[in-house]
């Protein structure tokens, strides 16, 4: 049976580019270990809201939770996502915390701005649109407490990770390495990141697929031998292989332009 899906009708605002709420400022200390600014209230979520093309969901500063079929706390695949995103539709000041399901899902270009993961669930956000074009931006924020990866690209075009914080995770960007729709090109940016060990990998890409990672203004706290990005061979079945990491023609960085504390 489908999951049903609700719709919140709610006053929308739009953000300038240039805006920064007092929830990012905020937020950027969750690398110290700092917790995240309290919510304005809690949301229950049992079914996944949707956002149109164009839309804008403002949550305020709301904290948004799952409960019922969005509530079970598990990492297995294939959950459903708490919020889905049309193409050109933005997520802007929410708090998402635990249960988080799987996340967001962005169907084409999107906009997350300043949204908070306080219990990264299966993933944080997964990218899958089908369009090489497409570019789904992450500005502000951060991410806390993720088993396995934050942000998961399965579909085409381009990730920017943007003035964002991360803690406690796996990887917080994977290109997909056993997608079914692979061999797929995809790429990242990563901007004015810092990560919080414990972190095993700030990036992995598929060598083989002509994926790139390029990197500017990153920060790693206590852990000088966290990955910066991983290099995998990508298949059609099967898992991917491990083959390497470091700065590359893939892997645009300078070893000495991160910064440690």
């Known amino acids: 049976?489908?999951?049903?899906?609700?719709?919140?009708?709610?006053?929308?605002?739009?953000?300038?580019?240039?805006?920064?709420?007092?929830?990012?400022?905020?937020?950027?200390?969750?690398?110290?270990?700092?917790?995240?600014?309290?919510?304005?209230?809690?949301?229950?979520?049992?079914?996944?809201?949707?956002v149109g093309a164009g839309e804008v969901f403002d949550g305020e500063g709301d904290?948004?939770?799952?409960?019922?079929?969005?509530?079970?706390?598990?990492?297995?695949?294939?959950?459903?996502?708490?919020?889905?995103?049309?193409?050109?539709?933005?997520?802007?000041?929410?708090v998402i915390g635990a249960p988080a399901a799987d996340g967001v899902h962005c169907l084409g270009t999107c906009t997350l701005r300043n949204v908070v993961w306080e219990d990264v669930g299966e993933d944080a956000a997964t990218f899958k649109a089908e369009d090489a074009g497409a570019t789904m931006t992450v500005e502000g924020g951060s991410a806390a407490r993720a088993d396995d990866k934050v942000f998961q690209h399965n579909g085409a075009g381009t990730v920017i990770i943007r003035n964002f914080a991360v803690s406690d995770f796996g990887k917080l960007y994977r290109a997909c390495g056993n997608c079914g729709n692979n061999p797929q090109e995809r790429h990242v940016r990563l901007e004015?990141?810092?990560?919080?060990?414990?972190?095993?990998?700030?990036?992995?890409?598929?060598?083989?697929?002509?994926?790139?990672?390029?990197?500017?203004?990153?920060?790693?706290?206590?852990?000088?031998?966290?990955?910066?990005?991983?290099w995998y061979e990508g298949v059609t079945d099967g898992e991917p292989d491990h083959v390497g990491s470091g700065p590359s023609d893939q892997c645009r960085y300078d070893p000495d332009g991160i910064s440690y504390e």
């Open 192 to 230: 004015n990141v810092s990560a919080t060990a414990p972190g095993d990998s700030l990036v992995g890409i598929n060598v083989n697929y002509g994926d790139t990672a390029t990197f500017s203004g990153i920060t790693v706290a206590g852990d000088r031998e966290m990955e910066i990005c991983g």
């Open 63 to 94: 904290r948004y939770y799952g409960v019922g079929e969005l509530g079970d706390g598990g990492q297995g695949e294939d959950q459903p996502a708490m919020f889905e995103l049309a193409d050109g539709a933005t997520l802007s000041d929410v």
């Open 1 to 50: 049976m489908a999951l049903p899906v609700i719709r919140f009708v709610r006053p929308r605002k739009l953000f300038s580019a240039l805006a920064v709420s007092a929830l990012t400022v905020a937020t950027m200390a969750a690398t110290a270990g700092a917790d995240a600014p309290p919510p304005r209230a809690d949301v229950p979520v049992d079914a996944t809201i949707e």
